[in-house]
T-cell receptor, first 114, second 111 residues
Framework: GAGVSQSPRYKVTKRGQDVALRCDPI?????LYWYRQALGQGPEFLTY????????KSGLPNDRFSAERPEGSISTLTIQRTEQRDSAMYRC????????????FGEGSRLTVL | QKEVEQNSGPLSVPEGAIASLNCTYS??????FFWYRQYSGKSPELIMS????GDKEDGRFTAQLNKASQYVSLLIRDSQPSDSATYLC???????????FGAGTQVVVTP
């Protein structure tokens, strides 16, 4: 596609359930980033990949959060045993260059944990 | 703790005036600096990038960088109501991957 595509756009789940958020970056983009954004706050870094390699996962809040990008394209962010505090907008971004390039953001996946 | 700090605002600016936004960062080794604009309910979009000390102008926008003071700013000249948005400062700390964002400054341009 022309832009970064995220799915689902909205997800409502019950506490304790697992959720998987998908990101399809712009074709050919090397780097893929996951951010979490609370209302009124800036994007909070979670993790990023260059190709299929996870370069930095220091922003993942705890071990319930994981991400993968097995073929260097589509990425999945998985949250296990969701908690209410996980409710947020999860944003994916990609860039064609490592480090200094422009981040292109998807529309985000809004997660609500009841 | 590596941080990017911005005044949260809101910054109220009369139409036609200059909006001045500030950002400080803690990691002296940071290499790349960006300003993103985010309209309410939308995703951030890049408006300016700057990599070396000094000023960089693009239309009505001017970014200023002072690495010694660890300070980056954005000026919006001839502010328009369409400039009303949240402006996010982003810093690339590692020179090769991780982008850290500030909390954003909300700008409201009043007719």
């Amino acid at each position: 596609g022309a832009g970064v595509s995220q799915s689902p756009r909205y997800k409502v789940t019950k506490r304790g359930q697992d959720v998987a958020l998908r990101c399809d970056p712009i074709s050919g983009h090397v780097s893929l980033y996951w951010y979490r954004q609370a209302l009124g706050q800036g994007p909070e870094f979670l993790t990023y990949f260059n190709y299929e390699a996870q370069q930095d996962k220091s922003g993942l809040p705890n071990d319930r959060f994981s991400a993968e990008r097995p073929e260097g394209s589509i990425s999945t962010l998985t949250i296990q045993r969701t908690e209410q505090r996980d409710s947020a907008m999860y944003r994916c971004a990609s860039t064609s260059e490592t480090g200094t390039g422009e981040l292109f953001f998807g529309e985000g996946s809004r997660l609500t944990v009841l | 703790q590596k941080e990017v700090e911005q005044n949260s605002g809101p910054l109220s600016v009369p139409e036609g005036a200059i909006a001045s936004l500030n950002c400080t960062y803690s990691d002296r080794g940071s290499q790349s600096f960006f300003w993103y604009r985010q309209y309410s309910g939308k995703s951030p979009e890049l408006i300016m990038s700057i990599y070396s000390n000094g000023d960089k102008e693009d239309g009505r926008f001017t970014a200023q960088l002072n690495k010694a003071s660890q300070y980056v700013s954005l000026l919006i000249r001839d502010s328009q109501p369409s400039d009303s948005a949240t402006y996010l400062c982003a810093v690339n700390e590692d020179s090769w991957g991780k982008f850290q964002f500030g909390a954003g400054t909300q700008v409201v341009v009043t007719p």
